[in-house]
């Protein structure tokens, strides 16, 4: 039998295979999530996600500091609040006494060198558990940049060096960035939440952050998983409106956006590998239903072979040892 092409031979061992790789990942490709609570000397396991834990700000920074040594560069922190800091126009999000700007301050006092990301959207300090601003059941778009705006600007001067508008509200990029250029903080970046899809997968995380929605959904502002030219519609505006950087979010039921946000725009294009997208593989991995490693790095591999630049996941940190060890 006469075959002139025979793919195998570049399959042979495992130097030739290395040697054709197409994709490679990298612990520079990581922003890890971090889970901030009050509190000194608090480190609380969330139960939905082995692994991951709350932290309040003394051992958040020893966390930090690990992850450096292991050489993650990028944190993005959200804050867990109890509910009675909570209400309607999430005004604890810009008070600059509370604790969630305080850890930023003094993360990036002890770490000048990370790349300190933060997000954008009301749900962790709203009492409706909300994005945006509710009203008669209906959340306003116009009235809730207003509080993104002030948010915004709060954690630029905390320190934050990429802040992300997770809510989902038209036209909030363009907003924070005019309100932090007015102030002076041209440099702060912003990675959009470009296409936010309403998903299943974000379940772990609002048990993290007890952060739920008080009633309804977030279908009127996050975006229906059944779409995908509309998230170029989404990348379009962002871009339009000074986005540094348009995230894909999930990550792994939205390969296919990845790949067109990649092939139609030229920015650097980040997917967040969520909470739920974690807790699938962990939790058959505990069953022994699956090899927990080989099924991390196939999955942060797909996302990157999608097209992300960037992987926020919280497989950072295991990924990092991993791959050091
Ligand atoms: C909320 C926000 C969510 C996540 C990041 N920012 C949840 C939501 O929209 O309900 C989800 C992250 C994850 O699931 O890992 N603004």
Known sequence: MMQYSRPR???KSAAIRDMVEETRLSTKDFIFPLFLIEGTNQKVEVASMPGIYRYSEDLLLKEIEDCLKLGIKAF???PAYPESKKDKYATE???PDTFYLKALRAIKQRFPEVALMTDVAMDPYSS??????VQDGQILNDET???????????????ADILGPSDMMDGRVGYIREVLDQEGFTNVS???YTAKYASAFYGPFRDALDSAPKHGDKKTYQMDPANQREALIEAELDTMEGADFLMVKPALAYLDIIKVLRDHSHLPIAAYNVSGEYAMIKASAQRGWLDGERAMLETLLSIKRAGANVILSYFAKEYAQLVKG
């Open 9 to 11: 031979r570049n399959r």
């Open 76 to 78: 993005d922190v959200f």
């Open 93 to 95: 999000s810009h008070n």
């Open 128 to 133: 409706d558990g909300h994005d945006g601003l």
């Open 145 to 159: 940049l207003e509080i993104l705006g002030k948010m915004a600007l709060a954690q630029a001067r905390a320190g």
């Open 190 to 192: 912003i990675m959009s």
